[in-house]
């Protein structure tokens, strides 16, 4: 399975960014996919994940309805919409992928596949 991210950029503080993450490959081996963050001198965060069957997940602490996670069944890709988006969102953002198992993880190592990350920079 390969992931390709990409929509990251540079946005004034209160705007809005879409990132999309598209899998290629033996997509079928894979159960949900999700977006991940790393700001520098921090470590790997949980943002959103969604499952095919539709089940959604969020970082409560953070997204706070700011972000929407959806996905494009037929192109088999993933969107994170953000919107209100702060400084303290400037991160790298990577989408990954999950082999079939109990439930949406929030933990990255339980994603087999991962994307090459795109940049996000809110400034202030």
């Known amino acids: 399975v390969q992931l390709q991210a990409y929509g990251g950029g540079l946005v004034q503080t209160g705007g809005s960014l879409r990132l999309s993450c598209a899998a290629s490959?033996?997509?079928?081996?894979?159960?949900?996919m999700g977006w991940f963050r790393q700001a520098p001198e921090k470590e790997r965060e949980f943002v959103a994940a969604?499952?095919?069957?539709?089940?959604?997940?969020y970082n409560s602490d953070f997204v706070k309805g700011r972000f929407t996670i959806a996905k494009d069944d037929a192109k088999t890709t993933v969107y994170l919409q953000m919107n209100s988006l702060k400084p303290e969102d400037t991160a790298v953002y990577y989408c990954?992928?999950?082999?079939?198992?109990?439930?949406?993880?929030?933990?990255?190592?339980?994603?087999?596949?991962w994307g090459q990350g795109t940049l996000v920079t809110v400034s202030s």
């Open positions: 490959g033996r997509t079928s081996s894979i159960k949900a």
């Open positions: 969604i499952s095919w069957g539709g089940q959604i997940k």
């Open positions: 990954a992928a999950q082999r079939p198992g109990p439930s949406i993880a929030t933990m990255s190592g339980r994603y087999s596949y």
